[in-house]
C-alpha cells in the first residue's frame, strides 16, 4: 500500500517544489495540502496550491484551510523579507491561471485528525509552515500522535545558526508556541532543519532544463526557481544556489534514508532571549523512548537526482 502524504503548506516556491515532488513520487498519493500562512497569507497560499496542482495535472489533490495567524497572535502580515524571497504572490510573481476549484468546506484541522483516523500508520503528515495546523490538531485529538505513521517537518536549526536570528529558523519563528507543542507531544517527529536543507542547492543550470522541456510546467517551474535563486544571490551569496528547503522534508517523507539523524528528544525555547531556538529537551534527555529525530547529514548527490527526476518526470507529462 502506498503511503499517503498530506502537506502542509505557505505556499510559496519551495513549497511549490515540494508539492512538485510528492506528485512525482510513485511511492506515496498526495491526499491533501492544508494551507498555512508564512510565506504569504492563508488565502493566496490556498490560491497558489489549488493552481499549481491544476497546472501540474493533478485536480484531483484536495486543498483545506489552515489557521490564518499563530496560536498566540490575532493577526498575521508577511514579512518583506518573503515578499523578497519569493515574490508577492508568493511563486516568483509568476502568473499561473487561477483554478476552478475551490477549498474544502472541512478545515484543515478536522482533516488532518480525520486522516490520521482513516489511514493511521499509513499517513505521513509533512508541515513546511508554521506549526499551528498541527498544534491545533494535536489539542483537539491528542490521540493522533500515537496513532500517526510520522511526522517530517521543515523547520529548526540544531548544529547551525538560524536564518531569522543567531538561534531561530523563520518557520518555527512564526509560531514557537506551536512547534514547542509538536516537539513536546511525543509524536515520531523527524527535524529537517537548515542543518541540512541548505546543504542541498539548485542552480540556473537545473532550472533550464525544466525550461527546455518546452511544457507549461516545465515554463513555470524554471521561471518561478530562478526568481528564487536570484534571491539567494543577495540574501546568501555564499551559497551558490537556493535551498531546497521543503522538497527535502517531502523527499525524506518519501525516503527517509536520504538522510541520517540524531535521535533526540527535542523544545522549542518560548520564554527568554532565546525564544524560537530549537534544542534538545534537559527534562527528556536520558529518556530511553526518543520520539523525535533531527537530520544531522543529507545524501546531496542522491536526492539532487531523485529532486530532478521526479519534478522533470511530473512536468514533462503535465500539459
Known sequence: MKKKLILDLDTGVDDALAI??????????????????????????????LAITDL????????????????????????????FIHGKNGIGDVDIPDSSREAE?????????DAVKTYGKDLIYVPTGPMTNIAAALAKAPEIKDEIGGIVLMGGALTVPGNVNAWTEANISQDPD??????????????????VTLQTLLTYKETQ???????????FLADMTDFYIKAYETTAPHLGGCGLHDPLAAGVAVDPSLVNTLAINMQVDVEGATRGRTIGNPEKLNDPNKT?????????????????????NLARQAA
Open 20 to 49: 512538485s515532488y510528492a506528485l512525482g513520487s510513485p511511492e506515496v498519493e498526495l491526499i491533501g495540502i492544508t494551507g498555512t500562512y508564512g510565506n504569504v497569507l492563508l488565502e493566496q497560499g490556498v490560491r497558489n496550491a
Open 56 to 83: 501540474l495535472g493533478h485536480p484531483e489533490v484536495k486543498v483545506y484551510k489552515g489557521l490564518s495567524h499563530s496560536s498566540t497572535t490575532d493577526s498575521f502580515e508577511v514579512l518583506d523579507i518573503s515578499a
Open 105 to 113: 468546506e472541512q478545515s484543515a484541522v478536522d482533516f488532518i485528525i
Open 178 to 195: 506551536a512547534a514547542n507543542i509538536l516537539f513536546r507531544s511525543g509524536a515520531p517527529a523527524t527535524m529537517i532543519g537548515l542543518d
Open 209 to 219: 532544463q525544466w525550461r527546455d522541456l518546452g511544457t507549461k510546467a516545465g515554463a
Open 292 to 312: 523525535m529525530k533531527v537530520a544531522a547529514g543529507v545524501d546531496v548527490p542522491r536526492f539532487l537526482n531523485e529532486f530532478m527526476t521526479r519534478i522533470t
